[in-house]
């Protein structure tokens, strides 16, 4: 039987065609070579593995916050009269900054009645109805004859001894004298947080005595007047002021703690300058509100701590 013609022309066209792809796809591969030299891709050619725009760059992670990188230096300015001394501590990890004289000692004052309380509430089996009330005036309005009987029973000596080992204080030197102790600032962070951290006393009395520590009635300016009022709630402090006669000089501190950071500014200056605390108190608020202040210490004291 014979191919109809217009069956033959077609089965012609059609090897025609393959013999134009065979011959021609030689010379497509060869453009293609160049174009690929060149940088050159044809748009029809890209996949979803090439695309047509880099992808942008992953964000890089903040670094943890670390108290001991910040430059203690450049966060306070103080031009007033007289001696000063300033710690903060985070409580986290126990890294401490402050000033380049955060190791020098100022007599604590009635700061250190709130290691007396601590100590006594540790020391005392079942502290009686009487006791408790004295605690409480001794640390809300700084009774100091409290603080002489405390002392005497504790004994002056062992129980400041218990104190450096506890607290791990590296400037405070142990003696018999409450009311002629001298502290740092350093020491003074230190020593709040492990009150605070529950270190001397058990959970209860601790929770008790830092309830105490946040209703103070004589004595709360300083370091607590620089914060708004809902961190004041929160803030346990105990302040020290007294006069050195034989100096002729005024003394005036600040401790304060909450569950994320301590502070301490210590001040004295002479007698001369000003005969009570409004002077060291103004310093100490100063030094809290600056550092309050400053933006890499807000993962301190920004919304959400203490």
Same mark, same amino acid.
């Not at 990890?93 to 100590?119: E, F, H, L, V």
């Not at 002056?156 to 204080?169: E, G, H, I």
């Given at each position: 039987m014979k191919t109809p013609v217009s069956r033959r022309r077609a089965l012609i066209a059609g090897s025609a065609g393959l013999v134009t792809l065979a011959? %021609? *796809?030689?010379?497509l591969l060869k453009q293609a070579a160049v174009n690929a030299n060149r940088g050159w891709v044809d748009p029809g050619q890209q996949t979803a593995d090439e695309p047509s725009s880099p992808k942008a760059s992953p964000t890089p992670a903040t670094p943890p916050f670390d108290l001991a990188t910040i430059d203690p230096t450049k966060l306070v300015t103080v031009t007033a009269e007289g001696w000063f001394? $300033?710690?903060? !501590?985070?409580? =986290?990890? @126990?890294a401490i900054i402050g000033s380049p004289n955060y190791n020098q000692t100022n007599r604590?004052?009635?700061? &250190?009645?709130? $290691? &007396? *309380?601590?100590?006594?509430?540790?020391?005392?089996?079942?502290?009686?109805?009487?006791?408790l009330d004295q605690i409480t005036i001794m640390i809300r309005d700084s009774d100091s004859l409290t603080a002489?009987? &405390?002392?005497?029973?504790l004994g002056r000596l062992k129980s400041f001894n218990r104190m450096k080992a506890v607290c791990k204080t590296t400037d405070f030197t142990p @003696?018999?004298?409450?009311s002629k102790a001298v502290i740092?600032?350093?020491?003074?962070?230190?020593?709040?947080d492990t009150v605070a951290a529950g270190r001397v006393a058990n959970a209860e009395w601790t929770n008790w005595l830092l309830d105490l520590m946040r209703n103070v009635r004589r004595g709360s300016w300083g370091v607590r007047a620089a914060f708004?009022?809902?961190?004041?709630?929160? !803030? *346990?402090?105990?302040? %020290?002021?007294?006069?050195?006669?034989?100096k002729s000089e005024y003394h005036a501190n600040c401790l304060a703690v909450t569950d994320r950071w301590? !502070?301490?500014?210590?001040?004295?200056?002479?007698?001369?300058? =000003?005969?009570?605390?409004?002077?060291g108190a103004a310093i100490a608020e100063s030094i809290a509100k600056q550092l309050l202040e400053r933006p890499e210490l807000q993962p301190l004291f920004g919304k959400g701590t203490p």
């Amino acid at each position: 039987m014979k191919t109809p013609v217009s069956r033959r022309r077609a089965l012609i066209a059609g090897s025609a065609g393959l013999v134009t792809l065979a011959v %021609g *796809a030689p010379l497509l591969l060869k453009q293609a070579a160049v174009n690929a030299n060149r940088g050159w891709v044809d748009p029809g050619q890209q996949t979803a593995d090439e695309p047509s725009s880099p992808k942008a760059s992953p964000t890089p992670a903040t670094p943890p916050f670390d108290l001991a990188t910040i430059d203690p230096t450049k966060l306070v300015t103080v031009t007033a009269e007289g001696w000063f001394s $300033w710690a903060l !501590m985070d409580r =986290k990890n @126990g890294a401490i900054i402050g000033s380049p004289n955060y190791n020098q000692t100022n007599r604590a004052c009635s700061m &250190i009645k709130t $290691w &007396i *309380a601590a100590d006594y509430l540790s020391q005392a089996k079942t502290p009686t109805k009487t006791r408790l009330d004295q605690i409480t005036i001794m640390i809300r309005d700084s009774d100091s004859l409290t603080a002489d009987d &405390i002392m005497d029973e504790l004994g002056r000596l062992k129980s400041f001894n218990r104190m450096k080992a506890v607290c791990k204080t590296t400037d405070f030197t142990p @003696g018999s004298s409450w009311s002629k102790a001298v502290i740092s600032a350093r020491d003074t962070c230190r020593l709040a947080d492990t009150v605070a951290a529950g270190r001397v006393a058990n959970a209860e009395w601790t929770n008790w005595l830092l309830d105490l520590m946040r209703n103070v009635r004589r004595g709360s300016w300083g370091v607590r007047a620089a914060f708004p009022p809902e961190v004041q709630a929160k !803030m *346990a402090i105990k302040n %020290g002021w007294d006069t050195t006669s034989a100096k002729s000089e005024y003394h005036a501190n600040c401790l304060a703690v909450t569950d994320r950071w301590s !502070m301490a500014v210590l001040t004295r200056y002479p007698l001369s300058v =000003k005969a009570n605390e409004t002077h060291g108190a103004a310093i100490a608020e100063s030094i809290a509100k600056q550092l309050l202040e400053r933006p890499e210490l807000q993962p301190l004291f920004g919304k959400g701590t203490p």
